[in-house]
């Protein structure tokens, strides 16, 4: 039986590593970021120059993570010079996080990731500090992160 009928869901589909990877990627880079901005129809160039100018970094794996000008990227330890796409284990581009992200609004997860955000603001504006990202807003984030990097790529016109 495969892993998708034994979990019950017969719709699921399993993420191929190098979708995984991608997928952890971006999450690590858009942590603690407001994805709403990132959305198809928000202001997507606002929201990627303050990711960039805020020099996330984090570390795992025997990788350094940071997020740059040109996108989010994982070099090895040790990666001398500058970090670029060209010497990273891995690198997504700032179109293709938007790519991504759009790809992941379907199926409702933008809608779930909407009312988590307004959840989350009500809990501000109650006196929550609006510094800590709650769990339940982090996972609807990443599960739209994930669900953009299942998605295929869509194809340009054949004519």
Same mark, same amino acid.
């Given at each position: ?16 590593? %190098? ?14 970021? *407001? ?8 202001? %997507?160039? %606002? ?6 100018? !805020? ?5 795992? /794996? ?7 000008? /040109? ?14 796409? *060209? %010497? ?16 992941? !609004?379907? *199926? ?14 009500? /809990? ?16 609807? /984030? ?6 953009? !990097? ?10």
């Amino acid at each position: 039986m495969t892993p998708e009928l034994s979990s019950g869901n017969v719709c699921a589909k399993r993420m191929s590593p %190098n979708g995984e990877a991608r997928a952890g990627l971006i999450i690590s880079g858009l942590a603690r970021a *407001d994805l709403l901005e990132f959305l198809p129809g928000r202001r %997507n160039r %606002n929201a990627v120059t303050s990711v960039a100018a !805020c020099e996330r970094t984090w570390a795992r /794996q025997g990788r350094w993570g940071e997020v740059i000008r /040109q996108g989010i990227g994982e070099w090895a330890w040790g990666t001398g010079g500058p970090l670029t796409r *060209d %010497n990273a284990v891995l690198f997504v581009t700032w179109a293709e996080v938007l790519a991504v992200v759009a790809r992941g !609004c379907a *199926d409702g997860y933008r809608e779930r990731y909407e009312a988590a955000y307004r959840a989350w603001r009500e /809990q501000v504006s109650a006196g929550a500090p609006w510094y800590v990202t709650p769990e339940y807003l982090a996972e609807a /984030q990443a599960a739209l992160i994930r669900y953009g !990097c299942e998605q295929p790529e869509a194809q340009g016109a054949l004519f």
